[in-house]
């Protein structure tokens, strides 16, 4: 690794860089700023529902080891206070997948250890949250840990700007993705956008920021065929309809709003309704969001066959996990109101 050229009067590399850029180097990085300063600690243990306060006593007591040996494997990162929690965090990048590690460090849990937490934390975002025997795993990706500290609160403390530059650099963490279109026909999957602020699906991939549904010719909605409203995502559970009172503290992390609270958990008991029986324990992604934005013209799919047809849009049969980005969107809007005026 070359420090500096010449010519410069300083390196342009911070200490992370000299990690290396694999998984156990992103884990020793952000063991080290969980370790080097509380409020980095807490606004972690927060996002992941162990809801301990930020005090000098808690963090003194608090231990974070990393690459720790067990009979079950070796582990990335555990941070343990006492009998009050107790988390082990599993660190991939790129497009690794978590599969057997699920189970694998289920028994390195104590029931004497308080709130247990399994944390995945990937390049590719699944969004299952599980309880398993007394056990919250949690999936997060490396993009949700920018967001959690790329703000104004952390803006001025070193040590977290150069842990966003490293992770940002030396791991491409670019597949943030703007707004996710899908096609809706259903008039039950309508009503839960409509009157419940929440969408269901199988899968997702990516990290959106807004969903907007695109109404089919074949709903028959008032406001007619294609997109006519844009709602933000302000998270995203994959869990079974019928557990969703299992939830509810995941979900107040998502907004303070007690009606949208109210709405959503509504939505989901009443999914769970209409689910047989045998599916019962299907796991399904629902998106949580907030009061949709109505457009004043509705945004269509492109037509036609030929060469170019739906380049960075839609057109024809919408395929799943289908972003476009908000400069595409908005030059859709830009065009449709000019048509709306002539």
Excluded at 57 to 62: C, E, I, Q
Excluded at 162 to 180: C, D, P
Excluded at 218 to 241: A, D, H, M, N, Q
Excluded at 285 to 303: A, G, S
């Amino acid at each position: 690794m070359k420090i500096k050229e010449s010519g410069l009067e300083r390196t342009p590399l911070n200490r992370f860089d000299l990690l290396g850029d694999n998984e156990v180097a992103l884990s020793k990085a952000f063991a080290w700023i969980l370790g080097h300063e509380p409020k980095i600690l807490y606004r972690f243990l927060h996002s992941i529902g162990v809801n301990v306060k930020n005090t000098k006593n808690n963090f003194k007591n608090t231990s974070i080891v990393i690459e720790r040996h067990r009979e079950e494997g070796r582990t990335d990162i555990e941070i343990k206070q006492g009998d009050k929690f107790h988390i082990i965090i599993e660190s991939k990048v790129g497009n690794n997948k978590v599969s057997k590690q699920r189970e694998q460090y289920l028994k390195c849990f104590s029931k004497n250890s308080g709130k247990n937490v399994l944390c995945f934390i990937t390049g590719v975002n699944d969004y299952k949250l599980q309880k398993v025997n007394a056990v919250d795993i949690h999936n997060l990706s490396w993009n949700q840990i920018l967001n959690i500290y790329d703000n104004k609160d952390f803006c001025e403390i070193k040590l977290v700007d150069e842990f966003l530059s490293f992770i940002r650099k030396g791991y491409k963490m670019n597949n943030q993705k703007e707004i996710l279109i899908q096609d809706l026909a259903i008039s039950e999957e309508i009503k839960k956008y409509i009157e419940n602020n929440i969408y269901r699906r199988k899968a997702i991939f990516g990290s959106p920021l807004y969903f907007a549904p695109y109404f089919t010719r074949k709903s028959g909605r008032v406001e007619g065929e294609g997109v006519s409203y844009l709602s933000k995502i302000l998270g995203i559970l994959t869990l079974s309809p019928k557990d969703i009172d299992n939830y509810k503290d995941e979900l107040s992390q998502f907004t303070e709003n007690e009606i949208l609270l109210s709405k959503w958990v509504k939505g989901i008991k009443e999914d769970n309704k209409r689910i047989k029986e045998d599916n019962k324990r299907i796991l399904y992604t629902y998106f949580f969001l907030d009061t949709p934005l109505k457009l004043r013209v509705p945004l269509k799919k492109d037509v036609g066959r030929g060469k170019g047809i739906g380049t960075n849009w839609i057109s024809k049969m919408i395929p799943k996990n289908r972003c476009v980005t908000f400069q595409e969107f908005t030059q859709r809007l830009i065009d449709s109101q000019i048509k709306l005026d002539a």
